[in-house]
Each structure stands twice: as structure tokens, then as C-alpha cells.
Nanobody
């Protein structure tokens, strides 16, 4: 099992930027596909972005494509989410997640961080 710790959340104005980071430990990081999920108040958890074990493949939720960028550094066991042009509807708790096995688009991840709150002020 890999342990995940997120950081970088906070309060930002509409149109602003934030960079979330997730540090992994306790596993072979390069063996995990990584993702960022979010849960907005009163809503279901949703997949925001994902990156394959090698970093060569990525996936984005339609509403964030072009504004968010996921990246990973296997030598440092980290995965980041760069968020630009933030909107109030991006307000949510953001979670880092990991899953082993082949790369495919799915919300079935089995390792989770504790989450970090992002609040976008209108």
C-alpha cells in the first residue's frame, strides 16, 4: 500500500492559479497510475485528471481540460496538479489517488490521500 499526502490547497480568486502536490511513500511509485479527484459540497466525487505510470498518458475531465495539468516525477514520488483560470465551480476538496496495474480510465482507485481544500472566491 502506498501512502499519499496532499498539499497546496487554499483560497484563491476567480481566474487565479494553484498548484497541488501529492507525495507518495511506502510503495514503488512508478508502479502506480495516479489521479486527482475532487468532491464539491453536496456533490459526488469526480475524477479530475489522471496520469499513467510512465507519465506518457493523461486524462482530464472535460471542464478542466486546457486549464489544469497533471504531471508526475517518479524520481521524487510526487504528482502535481497545476490549476489555472480557476472558477468558483472548482471549489472542492481535492484528493490524490493511486492504483496499480495497467493504464485505463476508471474511478476505481484503491489508495487515497486525506484531501486538500481548494476554495475559489467569486
Amino acid at each position: 500500500q502506498v501512502q499519499l499526502v496532499e498539499s497546496g490547497g487554499g483560497l484563491v480568486q476567480t481566474g487565479g492559479s494553484l498548484r497541488l502536490s501529492c507525495a507518495a511513500s511506502g510503495g514503488i511509485f512508478s508502479g502506480y497510475n495516479m489521479a486527482w479527484f475532487r468532491r464539491a459540497p453536496g456533490k459526488e466525487r469526480e475524477l479530475v485528471a489522471a496520469v499513467s505510470r510512465s507519465g506518457l498518458s493523461t486524462h482530464y475531465k472535460d471542464s478542466v481540460r486546457g486549464r489544469f495539468a497533471i504531471s508526475r516525477e517518479n524520481t521524487k514520488s510526487t504528482v502535481d496538479l497545476e490549476m489555472n483560470d480557476l472558477k468558483p465551480e472548482d471549489t472542492a476538496v481535492y484528493y490524490c489517488a493511486a492504483k496499480s496495474g495497467p493504464w485505463y480510465i476508471s474511478e476505481e482507485y484503491d489508495n487515497w490521500g486525506q484531501g486538500t481544500l481548494v476554495t475559489v472566491k467569486a
